[in-house]
């Protein structure tokens, strides 16, 4: 049994509080709705909302201050409710699909040219098969060494980009060009880029109606056109792998959400957005707001907190570089900002079941897949079984509602290499390309696969998510066979301060900000949801 | 008057070569005192002639006996190998045969049973399992 924080000065006891640590492990209590508040606050009616009567469906309905609720939290405690109101916190059924993305024994031993055979032979039969719903059932598909010039055909392949700007190391430390090395620069594309088309054993140059700057190297995709005089590949149409084939999901009976959270930046210089972390903390255990609040923060089923836990600052390059004697009794930056971490994951696992996943400035390692940080670093939340330590790329299924999604990473590596900047459009490429990271391993650090490429994605997600975007999107989208997913953005909380929040049993998302304001002013902080 | 006189000596590959070379030389200055060139030709012909003789004298037998038979176990490395620089299945270095294998078979390629049967017949010998160029670096 856990007891719950004590948030308050012992005689003002906060009669109400969601506890969930109860409800595991803990004897079995029955379901308590505090019947006197159910009299006392009218629940506002399953809406009138503006489009006619609709369930409330949006948490900042379900969790609305309620009439007469001022008065209930600024009153007395104790005299009207005997026993303090518990709201049981919902618990849906959750199972990871954990196994996809770990690795088991890891040998470097071996060339990267696995991956994209492997890539190509799961591939290249979907796309024979969109090709022939596009262009019709006899259209010719021909590998790229019994093409024939002239002949209208169609040709399967992983795209290759070929970018003057792409930083090379062989130009770096070549002596006869005296180069310096390259600054990083925001965008590596140029007027100048070509793609070209590989298949197993042979290249060949695209042109034509392709739009080069959209294209990563490594994409998969069938391309409709002929062969011209000069060796080159006109291209006429393409088609990609589109959305895989989806599970429907099961109708919920009632509105469980899931807080999706990422860039908390721990450990950082700027501690601007420590006081609405604790917010949103506190939000979540249900020790904010009045019941109405409470109960409806009980809907929450789950926290994903997706990458970047810690800031980037705590990425000291300096100790690798200096000597030895210089480091040896400083510690690493890390230490204090992951001892920051487990104890606001304390406060988190003792109420709600929490995701983890590692991002780019977490210590883990660096290539995709991103393994799961190591339980000895969380002391005090590891002894909850609710601590779900998750992999970079991380797939779970809650009520079965399928959920996948990365750190950012795949999606920044895109950014760089393409012209599109919005996450949420890049997101919605790569699930049209069928694959998590099509740029890994050529630009994103990858481990080197043999046997299958586990970023193909051989199911369609209900809800697909990347973290760290400079702002909140979110989009739904449906495939040509029916399928339904909903595109997240998450934004980073360290810049923005804000969380979204998805409801599994209607696939919609909404934001959810906690603003702060500096000491200099009068006015105290407060939380607004706004949407 | 001043003699200049061109002395080559090689290397003897037999004893009668030696015995030409020093003929050779010796022929080389009795010619010049002779005046006679054709001299240190003959010799030079006549070591050629006997150096192809030479030669030729060990090849009879050569052509005589048939090339040795393949053992079946060349024949199944030939064989794996063939496997190797099958395209189809993709890459082969830095997996073992097996794992190439299995992998063309989750794909769904539909390698030979045969290649598997070899394989697992001999896991412990290394030019079984592992593939052609394992012994070139990464």
Redesign the interface.
């Known amino acids: 049994m856990v007891p719950p924080p004590q948030r308050f000065p012992p005689e003002l006891k906060s009669p109400l509080q969601i506890s969930a640590a109860q409800s595991y492990g803990g004897p079995a209590r029955p379901q308590e709705s505090p019947p006197r508040v159910q009299e006392k606050a009218r629940r506002p009616s399953p809406g009138h909302g503006p489009r006619g009567p609709i369930k409330a469906a949006m948490f900042s309905e379900v969790s609305a201050p309620r009439e007469g609720s001022s008065s209930l939290l600024l009153c007395r405690p104790g005299s009207e409710d005997p026993e303090p109101s518990v709201f049981d916190r919902v618990q849906p059924a959750y199972s990871p699909c954990a196994e996809r993305f770990k690795l088991g024994e890891r040998s470097f031993?071996?060339?990267y040219?696995?991956i994209y055979?492997?890539r190509l032979?799961?591939m290249s039969?979907l796309l024979t098969e969109r090709a022939q719903q596009k262009w019709g059932a006899d259209v010719r598909v021909r590998k790229l060494c019994d093409l024939q010039m002239g002949e209208q055909c169609c040709i399967v392949g992983t795209l290759f980009k070929h970018m003057e700007l792409q930083p090379s190391i062989l130009k770096e430390i070549s002596e006869e060009h005296n180069l310096l090395p390259q600054p990083p620069r925001t965008k590596y594309i140029s007027e100048s880029d070509e793609l070209i088309l590989e298949d197993?054993?042979q290249r060949i140059k695209l042109e034509g109606n392709i739009d080069v700057e959209k294209f990563v190297t490594g994409s998969v995709i069938a391309i409709y056109g002929a062969e011209k005089n000069d060796g080159k590949f006109t291209v006429e149409d393409f088609c990609t792998a589109d959305l895989p084939p989806q599970t429907p999901r099961t109708t919920l009976s009632s509105d469980r959400f899931v807080l999706l959270l990422s860039g908390l930046g721990l450990g950082g210089s700027h501690a601007d957005s420590m006081l609405a972390l604790q917010l949103l903390v506190d939000m979540v255990t249900g020790q904010l707001g009045d019941q109405g609040e409470q109960s409806g923060a009980a809907t929450i089923s789950r926290v994903l907190l997706a990458g970047n836990l810690l800031s980037q600052s705590t990425q000291d390059k300096d100790a690798s570089t200096k000597a030895k004697y210089l480091t040896k009794k400083t510690q690493a930056g890390t230490v204090d900002a992951m001892r920051l971490l487990d104890e606001m994951l304390m406060q988190l696992v003792a109420s709600v079941p929490v995701d983890v996943m590692p991002g780019q400035y977490d210590p883990t390692n660096y290539t995709l897949p991103q393994q799961p940080l190591h339980h000895c670093m969380f002391p005090l939340s590891s002894t909850y079984p609710t601590l779900q330590l998750a992999s970079n790329p991380h797939q779970a299924t809650l009520d079965g509602v399928r959920i996948l999604g990365t750190s950012g990473q795949n999606v920044k590596d895109i950014q760089k290499y393409s012209s599109m900047d919005s996450h949420l459009e890049i997101l919605e490429n790569t699930l049209r390309l069928r694959h998590l990271a099509p740029t890994a391993p050529d630009t994103l650090g990858c481990y080197?696969f043999?046997?299958?490429d586990p970023f193909i994605l051989e199911e369609c997600p209900h809800v697909y998510f990347s973290g760290n975007a400079p702002s909140y999107q979110a989009k739904r989208i449906t495939g040509a066979d029916g399928q339904e997913v909903l595109l997240v953005a998450i934004p980073e909380f360290s810049s923005t301060q804000t969380a979204c929040l998805v409801n599994l049993r209607t696939l919609e998302c909404e934001p959810i900000r906690f603003s702060s304001f500096s000491a200099g002013d009068d006015e105290e902080s407060e939380m607004n949801i706004s949407h | 008057m001043i003699t200049y006189k061109l002395i080559i000596r090689q290397k003897p590959k037999c004893k009668d070569i030696e015995h030409n070379c020093d003929q050779v030389s010796r022929s080389a200055m009795t010619a010049k005192r002779a005046g006679l060139i054709t001299d240190s030709y003959k010799v030079v012909k006549r070591s050629r002639r006997e150096e192809k003789r030479e030669k030729r004298a060990p090849s009879p037998p050569q052509k005589d006996a048939e090339p040795r038979p393949l053992t079946a176990r060349d024949k199944e490395l030939q064989e794996l190998r063939q496997f190797d620089l099958d395209w189809r299945y993709g890459p082969c270095t830095g997996i073992s045969r097996l794992q190439r294998w299995e992998r063309a078979a989750l794909h769904g390629l539909n390698p030979p049973q045969e290649i598997r049967d070899m394989l697992l017949s001999a896991d412990t010998d290394p030019d079984y399992t592992h593939c052609l160029w394992s012994d070139y670096p990464l």
Do not use: D, F, S, V
């Open positions: 031993n071996r060339q040219a696995h055979a492997t032979m799961q039969p197993e054993l080197p043999y046997l299958k």
